[in-house]
């Protein structure tokens, strides 16, 4: 950021009215309204950031100042919330000090500007234990006092809006690391536009031309969408009419990453995603009580008027997910064929759907369900934060699975209701109960009938778990474990049951090490880990102190290598490269010599070089890219770069993990063969098979590797590996294979 002593007359007008703008919001809103703590935290907040400015160049305090708005205007946050926005970037960015801020407003508002100081480098920093550390306290953190990451994530908005003036790796990393993280946290919380917004957002710098491909086809599909929906929503207004309701009905447009989402998943064009928009009834009940009854008023009222889907109505009305959300959803087929979701709920349910547990507060009657939902999800991230994985990715997966979990509502012989991940098992119900149930947990009763641990819940199921003291929790409980909680909990109560036999495997280790005079590195280990099939070093040191595998010499000269070879992330992410030169192709794919830089600009762009010399990158082949797609490097510990996909799982990972070994990358000349998979559909015919390697090998040139198919009722599917160029290459081979008759798909598979 560059020091500037003054702003101009017109900078001090914008910031005015930008923090008019947010004090505006705020009177408007049911808060108390506390206006002069909000004016001395904007002075305090203006005068500290003086002379500072963002990348974008416009002055610092613009930032807060915007945050504080979504705080209290997106997200429905008051007056503390709204100072420790203003204040969130004092602490870290100027000399002011957290004790500094509690003498000027306050402990509650310090505490919350200490939790929403980052340390250096982000979330994330640049090492894996420092990433796994530094969000575990902000998690315990939110723990505490919810409104931390609710301001986290007006911050995090905000600075997703205002990207563009970033570098482009910081970009692959801060996106990354909002789909990784923020998106599903968003989730959770129930915040559904702010997370619909990052997710569009984080696609738009991952994907630029796919966004801007997918906003144009839904502009042109506008006109033709709206016709659709006045002929279905017309009946359905005269029926609410005639009920005397006041009430909003409109279209909700599917968004932009969920749109490509699917066409991605289920390899489909956009012409045939069908379900573009859903249709949102809201209504006005001043009595809470009368809400449920209202909602199935207008589901019966729409039965009469179209089919129905009956598999696809959701009821959280009566049994809310555990952010929060409440609706009746409904699925009826339209005038013109296609199946539409129908959404009702009342105003109050359609704001905690929008502001999440924001909203709860405004419409707090005492200990409700879902501050009890709030609380239970709370005590969750604190039973994961107690025991977190050592991994930073493994963490972050640990979490993820909480995040993203579908959910099932089950009860206990009490009636107490217990909110479950999909497929949870009796054994799920058992750790969550308590730790000492989930581990002398024998067997439990589903409604009434005797089940074993491993017995997969439904919604509804009533759940009575039986114990024995003489029981103890066992490694394979892990194989049909679901919830983050309990499998935290396992390792917690297996960690303390194996310690003495750990210990006295580490004992083994060390002295044979010792012996032969070998170092002991994380590629050691990763060798023995990758020989014994186990994940880490203490389920090593567990094989080895239960005398299950032992060190033997012939092991000496292979670990002596590994101690001096290279480091482990350059063993995780060193893959082959599948590629030959094109002056000799029908040859197996060969691994290049790799020149590596010695030293890399991440600020820079990196330009992939491949040719007969050599190469200055590796392929992951998790992705398989290729020339031509959309790719980021990642630098190994070695110095050389490991190429991804921008949307692989593995680099979504990395992006969020690891962003400040994140390259920018563009494809120079690259002078050879790739491979690529390509899947193909379609009806069964006599010939088609034959026509099918025609097209391919001889009217396109290209080599076909391999070749997989499957016939069943009449309908083929094909998978094959082919040699190409570059991605424009495949993509000519898949129209090319379409028009063969039969043919339905033709999509390249990662």
């Not at 699925?331 to 924001?358: C, H, L, Y």
């Not at 600009?601 to 392929?619: I, Q, V």
Request: net charge negative.
């Amino acid at each position: 950021m560059a020091e500037e002593k003054f702003t101009t007359p017109e900078e001090d007008k914008m910031i005015e009215d930008a923090f008019n703008e947010v004090l505006e919001g705020y009177l408007k809103s049911n808060h108390r309204k506390k206006v002069e703590i909000i004016n001395r935290a904007f002075n305090f907040a203006k005068e500290a950031h003086k002379g500072i400015r963002r990348r974008s160049g416009e002055p610092y305090i613009m930032h807060p100042i915007a945050v504080a708005k979504i705080a209290s205007q997106e997200i429905g946050l008051g007056s503390t919330s709204i100072c420790a926005a203003l204040l969130h970037d004092v602490v870290e960015d100027t000399d002011y000090t957290v004790e500094d801020i509690e003498q000027h407003f306050g402990k509650k508002i310090a505490q919350l500007v200490a939790g929403l100081t980052k340390i250096s480098g982000g979330i994330f920093g640049a090492q894996a234990s420092a990433q796994a550390e530094n969000f575990r306290k902000l998690l315990l953190t939110m723990s505490e006092d919810i409104r931390v990451v609710l301001i986290k994530m007006a911050d995090r908005l905000h600075n997703m809006r205002t990207l563009g003036s970033m570098a482009p790796n910081k970009q692959y990393k801060i996106a990354g690391e909002t789909l990784y993280i923020y998106a599903p946290l968003a989730h959770r919380l129930g915040l559904f536009a702010i997370k619909t917004e990052l997710e569009d957002l984080a696609f738009k710098y991952e994907h630029p031309d796919a966004y801007r491909k997918l906003a144009e086809q839904i502009k042109q599909t506008e006109q033709k969408r709206t016709a659709e929906y006045e002929d279905f929503a017309t009946p359905i207004r005269r029926i609410l009419d005639n009920m005397g309701l006041e009430y909003t009905m409109k279209a909700r447009v599917k968004s932009i990453y969920s749109i490509w989402n699917k066409m991605e998943t289920k390899h489909i064009p956009f012409e045939e995603v069908y379900d573009l928009y859903a249709v949102r009834i809201i209504f006005d009940c001043e009595d809470q009580a009368k809400e449920k009854a209202i909602c199935w008023q207008i589901y019966g009222a729409i039965n009469e008027l179209y089919r129905f889907h009956p598999d696809r109505t959701r009821n959280w009305i009566g049994n809310p997910k555990a952010n929060g959300y409440q609706a009746l959803h409904m699925t009826a087929m339209g005038p013109d064929g296609n199946w539409v979701e129908v959404q009702i709920r009342s105003r109050r349910m359609d704001e905690i759907a929008e502001k999440g547990f924001a909203a709860h507060w405004k419409y707090k009657i005492g200990e409700g369900d879902e501050e009890s939902e709030l609380n239970a999800w709370l005590r969750t991230i604190k039973d994961i934060l107690d025991n977190p994985e050592p991994n930073a990715i493994d963490f972050l997966d640990t979490l993820k699975l909480n995040l993203f979990a579908s959910e099932i509502v089950v009860f206990t012989p009490k009636g107490e209701l217990i909110t479950l991940p999909n497929n949870a098992t009796v054994l799920d119900v058992a750790f969550d109960l308590h730790s000492q149930i989930g581990c002398h947990c024998i067997a439990g009763k589903v409604n009434h009938k005797l089940v074993p641990l491993s017995q997969k819940l439904r919604s509804g199921d009533q759940v009575e778990v039986l114990t024995s003291q003489s029981q103890n929790p066992k490694e394979e409980w892990m194989d049909f474990l679901v919830t983050a909680k309990a499998k935290t909990r396992l390792r917690s109560a297996l960690r303390k049951l194996q310690q003495p036999v750990i210990a006295k495997g580490k004992e083994i280790f060390e002295k044979f090490l010792e012996l032969h005079e070998i170092t002991d590195t994380n590629e050691v280990v990763t060798k023995l880990q990758g020989m014994y099939r186990v994940s880490n070093r203490d389920e090593l040191y567990l094989l080895l102190g239960r005398e299950e595998i032992v060190l033997s010499d012939f092991l000496v000269k292979t670990l002596k290598k590994q101690s001096s070879s290279k480091g482990l992330l350059s063993k995780i992410f060193r893959l082959p490269l599948a590629v030959v030169p094109k002056s000799s192709k029908d040859k197996e794919p060969h691994e290049p010599h790799i020149d590596t830089p010695a030293h890399i600009n991440t600020k820079e762009t990196y330009h992939l070089r491949y040719d007969e010399t050599g190469s200055n990158f590796r392929l992951a082949d998790c992705c398989s890219p290729i020339p031509g797609d959309n790719v980021l490097g990642f630098i190994g510990d070695n110095g050389e770069v490991v190429v991804h996909s921008v949307d692989c799982p593995r680099a979504l990972a990395l992006k969020a993990g690891f962003g400040s070994r994140l390259l920018s990358t563009c494809w120079d000349a690259t002078n050879g063969k790739f491979l690529a998979h390509i899947h193909v559909e379609g009806i069964d015919r006599f010939g088609i098979l034959q026509e099918l390697i025609q097209t391919i090998s001889t009217h396109m040139s290209i080599n076909i590797r391999s070749l997989h198919i499957v016939t069943e009722n009449e309908v083929f599917r094909c998978d094959l590996t082919v040699l190409v160029d570059d991605s424009g290459v495949v993509t000519e081979l898949c129209s090319q294979v379409k028009r063969i008759e039969g043919v339905r798909q033709a999509t390249r598979i990662h």
